[in-house]
Protein backbone atom coordinates (compact mmCIF):
# COMPACT_ATOMS: atom_id res chain seq x y z
CA UNK A 1 0.00 0.00 0.00
CA UNK A 2 1.53 3.52 -0.96
CA UNK A 3 0.10 7.00 -1.13
CA UNK A 4 2.44 9.75 -3.41
CA UNK A 5 1.95 13.26 -3.01
CA UNK A 6 2.95 16.12 -5.82
CA UNK A 7 2.31 19.57 -6.71
CA UNK A 8 3.83 21.34 -3.67
CA UNK A 9 6.01 24.51 -3.47
CA UNK A 10 6.12 28.35 -3.17
CA UNK A 11 3.25 30.05 -3.64
CA UNK A 12 2.76 33.94 -3.11
CA UNK A 13 -0.59 34.60 -0.86
CA UNK A 14 -3.46 34.87 -2.84
CA UNK A 15 -2.23 32.21 -5.59
CA UNK A 16 -3.36 28.55 -6.21
CA UNK A 17 -1.54 25.14 -5.89
CA UNK A 18 -3.42 21.88 -6.91
CA UNK A 19 -1.75 18.69 -4.79
CA UNK A 20 -2.63 15.39 -5.86
CA UNK A 21 -2.11 12.01 -4.13
CA UNK A 22 -1.53 8.73 -5.82
CA UNK A 23 -2.88 5.30 -4.36
CA UNK A 24 -1.79 2.26 -4.78
CA UNK A 25 -2.33 -1.47 -3.18
CA UNK A 26 -5.76 -1.45 -2.11
CA UNK A 27 -9.25 -1.17 -4.00
CA UNK A 28 -9.14 2.90 -3.99
CA UNK A 29 -12.92 3.20 -5.10
CA UNK A 30 -14.23 2.02 -2.57
CA UNK A 31 -12.84 4.13 0.48
CA UNK A 32 -12.86 7.86 1.63
CA UNK A 33 -9.51 9.71 1.41
CA UNK A 34 -8.74 12.09 3.19
CA UNK A 35 -5.89 15.01 3.30
CA UNK A 36 -3.75 16.31 6.59
CA UNK A 37 -1.29 19.54 7.27
CA UNK A 38 1.06 19.98 9.76
CA UNK A 39 3.45 22.71 10.67
CA UNK A 40 6.72 22.15 12.93
CA UNK A 41 5.91 21.80 16.49
CA UNK A 42 2.36 20.99 16.04
CA UNK A 43 -0.14 18.23 15.63
CA UNK A 44 -1.48 17.04 12.27
CA UNK A 45 -3.97 18.91 11.41
CA UNK A 46 -7.43 17.44 9.19
CA UNK A 47 -8.56 19.40 6.46
CA UNK A 48 -10.56 17.73 4.04
CA UNK A 49 -12.13 14.32 3.59
CA UNK A 50 -13.81 12.45 0.23
CA UNK A 51 -16.29 9.90 0.27
CA UNK A 52 -15.39 6.79 -2.14
CA UNK A 53 -18.08 7.95 -4.69
CA UNK A 54 -16.88 11.77 -4.43
CA UNK A 55 -20.33 12.35 -3.44
CA UNK A 56 -19.47 14.18 0.03
CA UNK A 57 -16.73 16.27 0.83
CA UNK A 58 -15.50 17.51 4.54
CA UNK A 59 -13.63 20.46 5.12
CA UNK A 60 -12.18 21.64 8.48
CA UNK A 61 -13.40 25.85 8.80
CA UNK A 62 -10.01 27.09 8.19
CA UNK A 63 -10.12 26.18 4.80
CA UNK A 64 -13.75 26.01 3.94
CA UNK A 65 -14.86 28.43 0.22
CA UNK A 66 -11.28 28.30 -0.16
CA UNK A 67 -9.82 24.29 -0.82
CA UNK A 68 -11.36 21.73 -3.10
CA UNK A 69 -10.73 18.36 -2.36
CA UNK A 70 -11.73 15.68 -5.14
CA UNK A 71 -10.64 12.37 -6.86
CA UNK A 72 -10.22 10.21 -9.49
CA UNK A 73 -11.14 6.61 -8.95
CA UNK A 74 -10.29 5.62 -13.27
CA UNK A 75 -6.75 7.20 -12.28
CA UNK A 76 -6.43 6.23 -8.38
CA UNK A 77 -5.72 9.69 -7.35
CA UNK A 78 -7.26 12.28 -4.71
CA UNK A 79 -6.80 16.35 -5.49
CA UNK A 80 -6.50 19.31 -3.55
CA UNK A 81 -7.12 22.63 -5.29
CA UNK A 82 -5.94 24.94 -3.35
CA UNK A 83 -7.02 28.50 -3.84
CA UNK A 84 -6.93 32.21 -2.23
CA UNK A 85 -3.45 30.24 -0.26
CA UNK A 86 -2.89 32.73 3.07
CA UNK A 87 0.31 32.18 5.01
CA UNK A 88 -0.73 30.22 7.75
CA UNK A 89 -1.92 27.05 4.75
CA UNK A 90 1.92 27.07 4.69
CA UNK A 91 2.61 22.95 6.00
CA UNK A 92 3.59 20.02 5.14
CA UNK A 93 0.64 18.11 3.24
CA UNK A 94 -0.62 14.83 3.82
CA UNK A 95 -2.64 12.11 2.01
CA UNK A 96 -4.41 9.10 4.34
CA UNK A 97 -6.29 6.23 3.97
CA UNK A 98 -6.82 4.20 7.41
CA UNK A 99 -3.93 4.53 8.88
CA UNK A 100 -1.44 5.05 5.55
CA UNK A 101 0.46 8.04 5.21
CA UNK A 102 2.37 9.26 2.21
CA UNK A 103 5.45 10.93 2.97
CA UNK A 104 4.35 14.99 2.28
CA UNK A 105 4.64 17.43 0.44
CA UNK A 106 5.43 20.68 0.94
CA UNK A 107 3.52 24.35 0.70
CA UNK A 108 4.97 27.75 1.34
CA UNK A 109 2.86 30.63 0.98
CA UNK A 110 5.02 33.70 1.29
CA UNK A 111 5.54 36.99 -0.44
Known amino acids: VQLVESGGGLVQPGGSLRLSCAAS????????MSWYRQTPGKEREWVATIHSTGGTTNYADSVKGRFTISRDNAKNTVYLQMNSLKPEDTAAYYC?????WGQGTQVTVSS
Open 25 to 32: GFTFSMYA
Open 96 to 100: NWAVV
